[in-house]
């Protein structure tokens, strides 16, 4: 199974209020630990997670802009704040706002990284799902997929520049 095998269906998983689903992967985002929530919600057993990269739960809506950013932003040892939707081994989605952070050793060098997610506000996803999809389309308009990334990017900062806000900011703002 992966993601270039299920068809998405227009049908979303649940989770609760109070559940947190957590991973850990290493330096490649190769999963070495999730906890039940998280192979629960994503229909797979912990069998089918653990060593896998972490893309097998990658929806097709996403636009690739907001993981360049996520990768940039924990490589570079910071955490970032992130609304991503996921999709489950039947191809069901289900919306998340993650914390991504680096895990570091005691030299302060970067082993791994750590993911919590919860259930976003309805009214959260119906905002960033907006800007999701201008941004995914802006990445498809490009045959040239180097430089439909490019022009992802170049929409994303000019929003929130707009804003006058990061990523981050932005999605703590409409989080909740
Ligand atoms: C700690 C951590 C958590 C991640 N969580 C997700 C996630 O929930 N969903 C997802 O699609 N990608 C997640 N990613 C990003 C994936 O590694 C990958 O960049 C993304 O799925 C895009 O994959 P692709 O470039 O192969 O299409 C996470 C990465 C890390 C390091």
Redesign the pocket.
């Known amino acids: 199974m992966s993601?270039y095998t299920v068809t998405p269906v227009d049908e979303a998983i649940h989770f609760g209020k109070d559940e947190i689903?957590v991973?850990?992967?290493d330096l490649k985002?190769r999963l070495l630990y999730a906890n039940d929530v998280f192979c629960r919600v994503a229909e797979m057993t912990t069998s089918e997670v653990i060593g896998k990269?972490?893309?097998?739960?990658?929806?097709p809506d996403?636009p690739?802009t907001i993981?360049k950013l996520?990768?940039e932003t924990?490589q570079n040892g910071e955490e970032i704040f992130?609304f991503?939707?996921?999709?489950s081994k039947t191809g069901k989605y289900y919306w998340?706002i993650?914390h991504?952070?680096p895990s570091f050793d005691q030299q302060g060098q970067i082993i791994?990284?750590?993911?919590n997610?919860r259930r976003p506000s309805d009214l959260g996803i119906a905002q960033i799902s907006g800007i999701y999809d201008q941004l995914l389309s802006e990445e498809l308009k490009h045959t040239n997929s180097k430089q439909g990334l490019i022009a992802g990017e170049n929409l994303l900062h000019s929003m929130l520049k707009e804003k006058s806000q990061t990523y981050s900011q932005f999605v703590w703002s409409i989080g909740e």
């Open positions: 993601k689903i991973s850990k992967t985002g990269p972490h893309s097998i739960i990658r929806h996403m690739r993981f996520l990768w924990i992130a991503v939707k996921n999709m998340v993650a991504v952070t791994g990284y750590h993911s997610r």
